[in-house]
Structure formats: structure tokens, C-alpha cells
């Protein structure tokens, strides 16, 4: 067994694809319109679905706004230097919502930050070297 991919529904999906493609530099893998359904799947991640998990992102074209609830927390991604990953981030144009330092409350060394996409989705930037 393993992980496929993660979904979640967002509002434009032209913005969020534009977030995770050329700001996070995932590639769409595939996408595909549901006409008598009125939703399409955009599919993206950083490699291939037979060997990564990905994300499926999910545009129902009725609906322009959706409550993020408590339970949700973030998407982790590994990066080889968060605080340079964060300045690339924002030079995009994306929004950097906990600046790169240490792990609050941890003696790990872990070195993490957090980013928002367009429809206020976490996203956790972590080094290879974390601790916890």
C-alpha cells in the first residue's frame, strides 16, 4: 500500500495551479473536466503519480467559497534550504505567513516556515535535516 494523493477543493483554479506550479514548482500532471458534473481535477506534484504522492485539486464551478474548518492543519514539503525557498516564495509573489527559523518549543534544530495559497491552504517547508 501507499499514499496516492491528498485532495482539497479550491475557489479559482487557474490562480491555485499558477500558486503551486510557478511558486512552488510543482508540475500539473493531469486535468481533466467534468461537464455534467460541473467540477474539473488538476492533479499536480513534484514527480510522477506511480512514484509521488500528489495533490488533487478539486474546482466545483458553482461554488465560489469554502470554510477551511478546524481540523485541517498543512501539507509538509521538504526543501533543501527553507530560508532560501521562502525569499523565492515571495519573489513569486507568494505569501510567507511564518518566516524560516527553528522550531518554536524544540531543541531539534529543526529549521521549518509556513505558506499560504491562494484559498488560505497551509503549507509547511521543512529541511532534510529536521529533527522531529
Known sequence: ???????????????S?????????MRLLRRKDYPEGRFTLAFVGFGDEADNTVLELTHNWDTDQYDLG????????????VYEAC?????????????AGPMKNSTSGT???FV?????????LLSPQRGD
Not at 17 to 25: H, M, N, P, Q, R
Not at 70 to 81: F, K, L, Q, R, S
Open 70 to 81: 478546524t481540523g485541517y492543519g498543512h501539507i509538509a514539503i521538504e526543501v533543501d534550504d
Open 1 to 15: 500500500m501507499r499514499m496516492l494523493h491528498t485532495m482539497y477543493r479550491v475557489t479559482d483554479l487557474e490562480k
Open 111 to 113: 529549521i521549518l516556515a
Open 87 to 99: 525569499d523565492q516564495i515571495k519573489a513569486k509573489g507568494g505569501q510567507v505567513v511564518r518566516e
Open 116 to 124: 499560504r495559497d491562494p484559498d488560505g491552504y497551509m503549507i509547511e
Open 17 to 25: 495551479l499558477s500558486f503551486y506550479t510557478e511558486v512552488l514548482g
